[in-house]
Every structure is written in structure tokens, then in C-alpha cells.
Nanobody, 123 residues
Framework: QVQLVESGGGLVQAGGSLRLSCAASGRTFSRDTMGWFRQAPGKEREFVAALRWSGRSTVYADSVKGRFTISRDNAKNTIYLQMNSLKPEDTAVYYC????????????????WGQGTQVTVSS
């Protein structure tokens, strides 16, 4: 019943920007902590960013801090990931997720996942 659907991935050149969206259905996540993960070929899935339900605080991986911004629109039951100054090492499949654990403490645990959207950054 609960679904998370990502969109907005694509191919961009280094230094470019991209905005990912994750639309939730089946229940409201307006008071839940949501986050983004990514997985590159041959690597484990890694935490990228999280937004606590209040919208007052965020957590970012060091690798994306200052370049990526996570946000949400509770009226649309949607979360976003604005990615600026993209680098080739940002190339990965990006997943949104409903988080269960404290996003400030790794590993970050999640129960609901989206299908993923491919982001490719060329050099």
C-alpha cells in the first residue's frame, strides 16, 4: 500500500544541477523523517541526506554537504533533493526512504524504499 516513487534523474555534466523528487502514497509522511540514499556500481548503498519531520533540521553526508539540499512539501507528500555542483563521483542510483533511526547516527535505518532513479554525471 505504501509507495515511494522517485523521479528527476538523468544525465548532467560536471558542475551541473539536478533536482530529484520522491512522491509518497498510501499514507502521509508529513510527520516522519525522510531521507535519500545512493548506490554506485560495485559499492554499498550509502546515506546521503535526511530531513526530520519538523522540517527544522537536516543531516547530510560529508561528501555532499554544501552542494545538496533536502526539502519537503507536506501538502504534496513529496520530498526533494536539490543537487548542485555535481561531480562524476555523484553518479549512482538514488533512493528515497522512510527512516526509522536517528539520521544523525550511522547506519541510518529505513523501512520503506523507492525504486530508485539513475543520476549520471559526466566529466
Amino acid at each position: 500500500q505504501v509507495q515511494l516513487v522517485e523521479s528527476g534523474g538523468g544525465l548532467v555534466q560536471a558542475g551541473g544541477s539536478l533536482r530529484l523528487s520522491c512522491a509518497a502514497s498510501g499514507r502521509t509522511f508529513s510527520r516522519d523523517t525522510m531521507g535519500w540514499f545512493r548506490q554506485a556500481p560495485g559499492k554499498e548503498r550509502e546515506f546521503v541526506a535526511a530531513l526530520r519531520w519538523s522540517g527544522r533540521s537536516t543531516v547530510y553526508a560529508d561528501s555532499v554537504k554544501g552542494r545538496f539540499t533536502i526539502s519537503r512539501d507536506n501538502a504534496k507528500n513529496t520530498i526533494y533533493l536539490q543537487m548542485n555542483s555535481l561531480k562524476p563521483e555523484d553518479t549512482a542510483v538514488y533512493y528515497c526512504a522512510h527512516l526509522l533511526s536517528d539520521p544523525s547516527t550511522l547506519p541510518v535505518l529505513a523501512d520503506y524504499w523507492g525504486q530508485g532513479t539513475q543520476v549520471t554525471v559526466s566529466s
